[in-house]
């Protein structure tokens, strides 16, 4: 059992680790495109597509990145107690936490598929169902939701990346639950 938490360990770290990289680099898009806003107000016409664009770029980089940061031990925490806590005490605490995070990823990523499907022109209960048979071509895609802007982009580029996003920062979890039970066990990760 362990060699296989291990290799998922490996697996997952390295597939999040790579998007992450790559996800990183959006911010240097995003500059981009308000560099462009910027200039397009000044000196032309403004651009309709800048702000959603903006937006768009900027829920990949954040939800992408997402993950990365999970696995690096970046993100956010309370050290009041915690820091002063032996390996062991963090890791029971991690899974409790962990475990919470799983849930909550769930009932987004089940919210991110729903809405993903509605875009796509699904008002039916099953999202799940629909987005299989549309990606193996049994289904087909509906009338598709734009945004209410002057530009009027479709939705479910951005929704499918909300998507993946959900489920690799669920896939981080999990390995981030298995790192926490390999140190409960006194394994060094």
């Given at each position: 059992?362990?060699?296989?938490?291990?290799?998922?360990?490996?697996?997952?770290?390295?597939?999040?680790?790579?998007?992450?990289?790559?996800?990183?680099?959006?911010?240097?898009?995003?500059?981009?495109?308000?560099?462009?806003?910027?200039?397009?107000?000044?000196?032309?016409?403004?651009?309709?597509?800048?702000?959603?664009?903006?937006?768009?770029?900027?829920?990949?980089?954040?939800?992408?990145?997402?993950?990365?940061?999970?696995?690096?031990g970046s993100n956010v925490r309370m050290d009041l107690l915690?820091?002063?806590?032996?390996?062991?005490?963090?890791?029971?605490?991690?899974?409790?936490?962990?475990?919470?995070?799983?849930?909550?990823?769930?009932?987004?990523?089940?919210?991110?598929v729903a809405s993903t499907a509605y875009s796509l022109g699904?008002?039916?209960?099953?999202?799940?169902?629909?987005?299989?048979?549309?990606?193996?071509?049994?289904?087909?895609?509906?009338r598709m939701e734009r945004a209410s802007s002057a530009w009027?982009?479709?939705?479910?580029?951005?929704?499918?990346?909300?998507?993946?996003?959900?489920?690799?920062?669920?896939?981080?979890?999990?390995?981030?639950?298995?790192?926490?039970?390999?140190?409960?066990?006194?394994?060094?990760?």
């Open positions: 059992m362990r060699r296989v938490m291990h290799r998922y360990i490996r697996a997952v770290d390295a597939v999040n680790y790579r998007i992450g990289r790559v996800a990183m680099y959006g911010i240097f898009v995003l500059m981009g495109i308000l560099l462009w806003s910027s200039i397009s107000k000044s000196f032309f016409l403004p651009s309709l597509w800048t702000l959603e664009m903006a937006q768009f770029v900027m829920v990949g980089y954040y939800i992408l990145g997402g993950p990365y940061s999970l696995q690096l915690y820091g002063e806590w032996s390996i062991r005490k963090k890791a029971w605490f991690d899974v409790v936490t962990v475990l919470l995070l799983i849930f909550y990823l769930c009932v987004l990523l089940y919210g991110a699904y008002w039916g209960s099953e999202p799940f169902t629909y987005l299989g048979s549309v990606i193996i071509g049994v289904e087909e895609v509906g009027r982009p479709y939705l479910w580029p951005i929704k499918g990346v909300m998507v993946i996003g959900f489920f690799l920062m669920l896939l981080q979890c999990t390995s981030e639950l298995c790192k926490d039970i390999l140190r409960i066990k006194g394994e060094t990760i």
